[in-house]
């Protein structure tokens, strides 16, 4: 008698999966010559200041700051789903420590066409000290902020070697009690284009509008129109240039990339309230300047390096209150290095 074996191949191949979980970890240090944003004048009086209420909580102008993060990213089939938790460490200043928490979904639409929708919360994010006119002192001036956008991405001509992103944006920014009139509404469009000079050239140009409407006042028997406050109602644009640029060299056998960026963003404040009722928003305007540099560089295994430098401006402007510069205008230095860890843990 004859005895048949018959071995099945399904049961000596593995199941593929049919979704990946990948994770990234990372940390980021990054020095900060002015995380007030202070001007020249307060830098030059804070040693030896006796204004007690405005320096509350501020032990430094400049800090060192830690970032560490988490992301862990979902993929199956044509969808990626990625949640991020990051915390922010002021190592002088931990007034100023927050939290961030994010969830991002893509969706692939066709072909070099992707879908995201992005959720933002910050549940605490502190300025600085501020004067409030009804408790005649400075209190803490900081809000929790929620961010919902939508991103539409489209590669087109060989390789995707041009590319376009619309963006849209919905903010709500909920201010201390002391400032409630500073609570916002804030919708945003945005369009970017970039294209691949070459395999190794990229450039990209973004621009950005953006309409702010505050609360504008802080008493439940007040209104908009019927009030005593401040409105810090705005219109924002910027405008960025970026490049980027595979280096023609390599560091421990992998090709760095430079990347530059410059930006301008102006702020034209649309208070409808006189200058005298509002001297510090009526006819105002903020212009913002940035120059940026940094260096990414893969060292393979899912890891990867960056350095970064930062330097800003801002410049204010008013017809209402002609030293308002002298007290709004600083400038600021920022650089920094990151490292980040990504790793398939099932796929």
Do not use: C
Request: glycine share 6%; proline share 3%.
């Amino acid at each position: 008698m004859a005895i048949m074996v018959v071995q099945a191949d399904a049961k000596s191949k593995k199941k593929s999966r049919s979704y990946s979980i990948r994770l990234e970890t990372g940390f980021s240090t990054t020095y900060d010559d002015n995380v007030y944003r202070r001007t020249d004048d307060e830098r030059d009086e804070f040693p030896t200041s006796i204004m007690e209420g405005k320096w509350d909580r501020i032990h430094t102008l400049d800090d060192f700051i830690v970032g560490q993060w988490i992301d862990v990213e979902y993929r199956r089939s044509e969808t990626r789903v990625t949640a991020r938790a990051k915390q922010t460490n002021y190592w002088q200043n931990p007034a100023k420590t927050f939290h961030y928490y994010g969830l991002n979904v893509r969706q692939k639409l066709a072909p070099w066409t992707y879908a995201y929708l992005d959720y933002r919360y910050i549940p605490r994010y502190y300025i600085r000290q501020i004067y409030d006119d009804d408790t005649r002192d400075h209190e803490a001036y900081d809000y929790a902020k929620h961010r919902l956008a939508f991103d539409l991405r489209r590669s087109f001509l060989k390789r995707g070697a041009l590319s376009i992103r619309i963006h849209g944006r919905y903010e709500h920014e909920d201010y201390t009690d002391n400032f409630d009139e500073y609570d916002f509404n804030a919708y945003a469009t945005e369009g970017e284009i970039g294209y691949d000079i070459t395999r190794d050239l990229e450039i990209g140009f973004e621009a950005l509008y953006r309409e702010v409407h505050t609360k504008g006042y802080d008493e439940p028997d007040e209104t908009a129109d019927d009030n005593d406050d401040s409105d810090g109602s705005y219109e924002e644009n910027t405008f960025e240039l970026k490049l980027s640029y595979d280096l023609p060299f390599k560091m421990f056998g992998r090709t760095p990339s430079l990347r530059l960026s410059g930006s301008k963003n102006k702020k034209v404040y649309t208070a409808d309230e006189s200058p005298w009722e509002d001297p510090y928003h009526a006819g105002r305007e903020d212009s913002k300047y940035a120059i940026g540099a940094g260096m990414r560089l893969g060292l393979g295994h899912g890891v990867s390096t960056s350095l970064s430098y930062k330097w800003q401006q801002r410049e204010v402007d008013s017809f209402a209150k002609d030293d308002l510069g002298d007290e709004k205008d600083f400038t600021s230095n920022t650089i920094g290095m990151q490292v980040s860890v990504t790793q398939d843990i099932l796929k």
